[in-house]
């Protein structure tokens, strides 16, 4: 089964349901698709005022993969954090940007559905793999900043899917948090 990314906000809830597919299209490209067959070669417009955080004070962060330019999110408010608002290095931001290209380049293969699907997935569930362990120590060095948690790989959409009630990394019992599950230990988040 060959999986468009561009669905797969709307339906998965391990990619937060952020955008329907029209917003997520508008949003790349700011053009119909009809009106320009380019349009998925066009570089992506600066995300619109409405889809990011206004949140007062400084709430908890997430790094949070969704398949655009900045993972950064909103723990509260779940939109997009700008990162000049942080206040972060350069350097954290290249390191950011890298591993959001590192973690797309396994979650496209995954979506992909082809011959590297297994090992994709197997990438983004295993809690010991280079993509988690380099994540994990972004959301450590984006916490000396604000409170951060970094958002956790599910199959949701496979068969048999169960949520996770423990943690995947030290096992302990997931607590609830505004309709999320998180780790406060490992600063781990789920959905749930």
């Known amino acids: 089964m060959r ?3 561009l669905r797969v906000p ?35 417009p600066p995300t619109p005022a409405e889809e990011l955080c206004s949140c007062t004070g400084n709430p ?7 398949l655009s330019a900045n993972p950064v999110s909103c723990f509260d408010c779940n939109l997009e954090v700008p990162p000049e608002r942080l206040g972060i290095s350069a350097a954290l931001a290249e390191r950011v940007a890298f591993w959001r290209d590192f973690h797309d380049c ?5 979506l992909d559905s082809g011959p590297f699907e297994s090992w994709a997935k197997a990438q983004l569930e295993n809690p010991a ?3 988690h362990e380099r994540g994990l120590e972004l959301a450590k060095e984006l916490g000396q900043v604000r409170r951060t948690y970094y958002w956790w790989f599910q199959d949701t959409g496979a068969e048999g899917f169960q949520p996770f009630a423990e943690c995947p990394r030290c ?22």
């Open 60 to 66: 908890p962060i997430m790094l949070q993969p969704h």
């Open 10 to 44: 709307a339906v998965r809830v391990d990619a937060p349901a952020r955008y329907s597919v029209n917003s997520i299209r508008t949003r790349i490209t700011r053009v119909n698709q009809q009106d320009d067959v380019y349009w998925k070669l066009r570089p992506p």
């Open 129 to 131: 793999s280079p993509v």
């Open 3 to 5: 999986r468009s990314f």
């Open 171 to 192: 096992q302990a019992t997931l607590v609830d948090a505004d309709g999320r599950l998180i780790c406060e230990s490992c600063l781990i988040v789920v959905a749930n």
């Open 106 to 110: 396994l979650y496209r293969l995954w």
